[in-house]
């Protein structure tokens, strides 16, 4: 690629964040390699060890699986509250008495800021829509006593599981950090909207002053050139 076109691709990305797709294939081999790995390791040595630490990755994917979805819940409440509030700021940036410039900058930031606000909602949705997820059953444990070595059986079949969860979790995960990436695009839109808002008075105030200043400079030019 190109400098101009990694420009540009880093450019929409600040501005409208995408997750990646590349290494999707990468990411399949890695699964097979591990779920290759867990079938032909023998941990029958130290099994008890083994699943003390099968059970202690599930219990933390499991956490991590939650977490996103307690945050993306709680994210999803706030913006479900802020949208008709901030819909009902609208006749307040923009009317009659309202500059014409005032206004539309106002309307653009306000509209960038809710686009994002939306997209954020969008993203936790995603998060806590509901998706398959592996675990063990009651004959995981009765199969794995079957076997020479029960405690190994259950650990491997832990690890699976955390295996097969693997791209569910990682892509909660992911989509929890995106909706972060658009609250504080929102953020930064609504602080901007404030700042234009309170910083026009002084900035039209500044503006008339050097406009009376020149319109006098060239009222005296004027008078000056008629008795010369």
Not at 144 to 152: C, F, H, I, V
Not at 154 to 179: C, G, H, P, Q, W
Not at 190 to 207: C, D, E, K, N, R
Request: charged share 20%; net charge neutral.
């Amino acid at each position: 690629m190109s400098l101009r076109g990694l420009a540009v691709v880093r450019v929409c990305d600040f501005v409208w964040p995408m997750p990646s797709k590349a290494g999707s294939d990468d990411q399949k081999k890695l699964m097979s390699s591990l779920n290759e790995a867990v079938e032909e390791g023998d941990w029958s040595r130290g099994a008890d060890v083994a699943l003390e630490e099968a059970r202690r990755i599930f219990d933390a994917e499991s956490e991590r699986r939650s977490s996103a979805d307690s945050k993306a819940g709680i994210y999803l409440a706030v913006i479900t509250a802020l949208i008709p509030v901030l819909t009902s700021l609208l006749p307040n940036l923009w009317g009659s008495g309202i500059h014409v410039v005032l206004g539309s900058l106002s309307l653009l930031m306000f509209g960038i800021s809710v686009a994002y606000l939306i997209g954020a909602g969008w993203w936790a949705f995603k998060t806590i829509k509901v998706a398959m997820s592996y675990t063990i059953s009651p004959y995981d444990i009765a199969m794995s006593w079957k076997t020479d070595s029960p405690e190994q059986g259950l650990a491997k079949r832990l690890s699976k599981a955390v295996i097969a969860n693997y791209d569910r979790v990682n892509e909660k995960v992911l989509f929890i950090k995106m909706t972060h990436a658009y609250l504080l695009r929102s953020f930064f839109g609504f602080v901007a909207l404030l700042l234009i808002q309170a910083s026009w008075p002084m900035g039209a105030s500044i503006v008339d002053v050097v406009f009376e200043y020149f319109e006098s400079s060239e009222k005296l030019s004027s008078l000056i050139m008629c008795f010369s």
